[in-house]
C-alpha cells in the first residue's frame, strides 16, 4: 500500500503563494492518479485539484481555478500543487490522495491512501 508524505504548506498573506508536494515514501505513485484535497475548520473536506497518471487530464475545483496549479513529476513519484494568489478562504489543512484504482475519476470516493495533512494558513 502506498504511503503518501507531504511537505510545504505554512502561513502567508493574502496574494502570496505556497506550493505542496506530495511524494510516495512507499510504493509508487506514478501513472497513479492523484487529489488534492482540503478540510477547513467546521467544514467538510471536499476536492482541489485533480490529476491523472500521465499529466494530461486535470481537474480543479471552480474557486481555485485561475490560481493553482497541480503537476507531477512520475520519475520522482511526485505531486505537487502550486498555489498563487491565495485568499484567506484557502485557509484549510490540506491533503494528498491516491485514486485506489489508479484511475483518474471525479468520483472522490474513489481516492484514499491519505498523506498527513498540511497547514495552510492565509492571512488579511
Known amino acids: 500500500q502506498v504511503q503518501l508524505v507531504q511537505a510545504g504548506g505554512g502561513l502567508v498573506q493574502a496574494g502570496g503563494s505556497l506550493r505542496l508536494s506530495c511524494a510516495a515514501s512507499?510504493?509508487?505513485?506514478?501513472?497513479?492518479?492523484m487529489g488534492w484535497f482540503r478540510q477547513a475548520p467546521g467544514k467538510e473536506r471536499e476536492v482541489v485539484a485533480a490529476?491523472?497518471?500521465?499529466?494530461?487530464?486535470?481537474y480543479y475545483t471552480d474557486s481555485v481555478k485561475g490560481r493553482f496549479t497541480v503537476s507531477r513529476d512520475n520519475a520522482k513519484n511526485t505531486v505537487y500543487l502550486q498555489m498563487n494568489n491565495l485568499e484567506p478562504e484557502d485557509t484549510a489543512v490540506y491533503y494528498c490522495?491516491?485514486?485506489?484504482?489508479?484511475?483518474?475519476?471525479?468520483?472522490?470516493?474513489?481516492?484514499?491512501?491519505w498523506g498527513q495533512g498540511t497547514q495552510v494558513t492565509v492571512s488579511s
Open positions: 490529476i491523472s497518471g500521465s499529466g494530461v487530464s486535470k
Open positions: 490522495a491516491a485514486n485506489r484504482y489508479g484511475r483518474y475519476s471525479t468520483n472522490w470516493n474513489e481516492y484514499a491512501n
Open positions: 512507499k510504493g509508487t505513485i506514478s501513472l497513479t492518479a
